[in-house]
């Protein structure tokens, strides 16, 4: 399989910071019952006048500027979000349009939930494998506006979440080994969101079905993967799981009997940002210099759908 090398990553973070203090003011709960519950002290929430294009474009355009390169450059941009601005244009072609991306370069969106990111990334490569594109590099975006489709009177879904998005951008590389395993499971039942036409757009989501779903999956995914690439967790630097709540992390650090500290964790800062959690993380990581050439990165995920992915990366 190709190599993937993640030149470089961003960011975007609504201004917004709302504690669980201030939540606790709109919805009947406290900044213990979250804390306990999920690690998640403090969300960032879009505000009026702010869109998911944006929020991606600048995330992209930073992630860019860190590699050196012009949207001139960009040869393909996937979007991983379920919270677009419009069902059409897709937020990838908005993207495209902000950043004025080559016309040559297509531009789409990937709906995997909260394994987006995974999935686009695979998608990229695959498309770079092809040599089809008139450009080596990809972007790949995770972004979401999950505020848009929370009920703030649900307590048990409110406090979950937050906005943000994350970016890189990519290229092949022989130097950069690479394994990815994707995974679905039609079950819509315990976690989803209503679409256009729907009466009800808000997300719904049964939390115990979700943990067992999690903490199953996960370890399952991790070790899965690890054999499938002739790798033991030992070798792994970095494990960043999808940041939905401390205590699945915890969880599944329990059940692989792995050190807490090789997993990565941020969920305290932003809540659960969905497909922009993975990158949100890894760019946070480059930032705080966690990330060093030569280290592997093993990033995994689950969503709705129900989706989950796991993917090895060489820094």
């Known amino acids: 399989m190709d190599g993937l090398n993640i030149l470089a990553t961003g960011r975007k973070i609504p201004a917004r910071c709302v504690t669980n ?8 709960t406290s900044d213990e019952w ?45 979007v991983a979000t379920f919270t677009p601005d419009h069902s059409t244009p897709s937020l990838a072609c908005e993207v495209h349009g902000l950043l004025g991306l080559p016309e040559s370069a297509p531009a789409f969106d990937v709906n995997a939930a909260c394994t987006g990111f995974l999935t686009a990334l695979e ?31 649900d307590r048990s879904t409110c406090v979950l979440f937050g906005d943000g998005a994350g970016a890189a951008v990519v290229r092949l590389s022989e130097n950069h080994p690479y394994a990815c395993r994707l995974g679905a499971r039609g079950d819509a039942e315990i ?32 070790t899965g993967l690890l054999e499938e ?53 890894l760019d946070e990581m480059r930032e705080l210099g966690l990330l060093q050439p030569g280290q592997t990165v093993l990033c995994v995920g689950f969503g709705a759908g129900l989706t989950w992915g796991a993917t090895l990366l060489t820094i």
Do not use: W
């Open 21 to 28: 203090d201030e939540l606790s003011r709109m919805v009947d």
């Open 34 to 78: 979250i804390t306990t519950r999920t690690g998640i002290r403090q969300r960032y929430l879009s505000g009026e006048g702010e869109t998911n294009a944006a929020q991606a474009a600048t995330a992209a355009a930073l992630a860019l500027e860190r590699a050196g390169l012009t949207a001139k450059d960009v040869g393909l941009c996937v």
């Open 123 to 153: 998608i990229a490569r695959c498309f770079l494998a092809a040599g089809r594109l008139d450009s080596p590099y990809a972007l790949v975006i995770g972004s979401e506006f999950v505020s848009r489709v929370v009920d703030f009177h």
């Open 191 to 222: 976690l989803h969101a209503g679409g256009l036409g729907s009466q009800d757009q808000t997300l719904h989501m049964q939390g115990k079905a979700v943990f067992r779903f999690a903490t199953e999956i996960v370890p399952k995914s991790i």
């Open 229 to 281: 690439a002739g790798k033991t967790l030992d070798a792994v630097d970095h494990v960043v799981c999808h940041q939905a709540n401390g205590r699945i992390i915890d969880h599944v650090v329990k059940k692989l009997g792995a050190p807490p500290e090789k997993f990565y964790k941020n969920i305290q800062r932003y809540a659960n940002t969905s497909s922009a959690s993975i990158p949100i993380a």
